[in-house]
């Protein structure tokens, strides 16, 4: 498994933002994270990139542990925060080098050029990230996750903040990567979930309440959206 989440219970003071989690994730699959806010997405995703540490249980990356071994698995884990932070002060190309060089990536100019091209971000290179809308912002935080390859990608609402163009270019473009890697990306919307994913996880304050496939719940009477409201949530 790409990702192995082994009974993972997260603690903030005295209230449990995950409780008794499991879920494995093979490669290739692309896999979406449905539920309202507070549901314990954001948290569950950030246990996986080996930003937060579990209180209880066990999350391993590629066969390794996060906890154990943290630089290792970060090596092979793309991570694209809800909240995009990027240097605005910086110049796109420059700030992919200086990507390039965290993860000593050979050959970092064609590394940065590649990726430039792969999120479409070539008519907007040339400037300052902080003179980009935020759409282009949002671009750049995906190649920085893409930039050294990883075997796991992670998106925290990736296609926040993109206009309807932008929005089935970048659709299409974590299809196309997760035909190879794992993807995982939360969302409030399930008409995303239903355009890029092939499985879907429902959480619930802090508890898994659905795995299935998206063909399997969309079948179901009233679809996705339905199996969703039935648990008695609102999107």
């Given amino acids: 498994m790409s990702v192995s989440v082994k009974n993972v219970k997260r603690m903030f003071g005295q209230q449990a933002a995950l409780n008794g989690v499991s879920l494995d994730v093979p490669s290739p699959q692309v896999l979406g994270l449905l539920g309202p806010n507070g549901a314990g997405k954001s948290t569950l995703m950030r246990l996986i990139a080996g930003y937060l540490p579990p209180s209880e249980g066990r999350v391993e ?20 925060p809800e909240h995009n932070p990027i240097h605005l002060e910086m110049y ?5 080098d200086y990507v390039a060089q965290l993860y000593r990536l050979p050959d970092r100019k064609a590394k940065v050029e590649e990726v430039i091209e792969r999120v ?4 907007e290179a040339h400037k300052l990230i902080g003179q980009l809308s935020k759409g282009y912002r949002q671009r750049v935080g995906l190649a920085q ?4 390859d ?18 089935v270019d970048i ?10 890697r794992t993807v995982i990306l939360s969302t409030h919307i399930m008409q995303e ?5 092939e499985r879907v996880v429902m959480i619930h304050r802090g508890q898994l309440v659905a795995d299935d496939t998206v063909a399997n719940l969309s079948s179901q009477p009233g ?6 409201q039935s648990l008695g949530t609102s999107a």
């Fill in 92 to 96: 796109v190309r420059e700030y992919l």
């Fill in 171 to 180: 659709r299409n473009l974590i299809k196309e990567v997760g035909k190879k």
């Fill in 145 to 148: 996750a893409l930039i050294h």
């Fill in 223 to 228: 679809g996705l959206e339905a199996a969703f």
């Fill in 193 to 197: 979930v239903e355009a890029m994913c």
């Fill in 61 to 80: 990356v590629c066969g390794q542990d996060v906890e154990a071994h943290p630089i290792d698995t970060k090596k092979h884990i793309g991570y694209l």
């Fill in 150 to 167: 990883p075997e796991v990608l992670i998106f925290d609402e990736p296609t926040s903040g993109l206009d309807p163009i932008q929005l």
């Fill in 120 to 123: 479409g971000l070539t008519p």
